[in-house]
Nanobody
Framework: QVQLVESGGGLVQAGGSLRLSCSASGITFAITSMGWYRQGSGNKREWVSTIISTGGRTMYADSVKGRFTISRDIAKNAVYLQMNSLKPEDTAVYYC???????????WGNGTLVTVSS
């Protein structure tokens, strides 16, 4: 089992920045990848970014490429999402997800709300 706790959401003006954090506990050694997803009001949950545990490869959705940066602190079992140049359309609940290949399961946090005002 893996437990995830997100933090760092809040209210920010358009053009501003926020840094989200995701702290993992449990069988963290087995995490294959971690990522961020978001779900705006009335929308489906959408993928934002992923970081692969082995090698640290990163991937981004086109909508956030060049503005968001995913990173990790292996010692702290944490993943971060630095969000710059925020837009009102970035407003959403942001969720952290961990994928374990050993049991082919996804684990989700409870989410943190990001609101970008125009």
């Amino acid at each position: 089992q893996v437990q995830l706790v997100e933090s760092g959401g809040g209210l920010v003006q358009a053009g501003g920045s926020l840094r989200l954090s995701c702290s993992a506990s449990g069988i963290t050694f087995a995490i294959t990848s971690m990522g961020w997803y978001r779900q705006g009001s009335g929308n489906k949950r959408e993928w934002v970014s992923t970081i692969i545990s082995t090698g640290g490869r990163t991937m981004y959705a086109d909508s956030v490429k060049g503005r968001f940066t995913i990173s990790r602190d292996i010692a702290k079992n944490a993943v971060y999402l630095q969000m710059n140049s925020l837009k009102p359309e970035d407003t959403a609940v942001y969720y952290c997800k961990a994928y374990l290949a050993m049991n082919n399961r996804d684990y989700w946090g409870n989410g943190t709300l990001v609101t970008v005002s125009s």
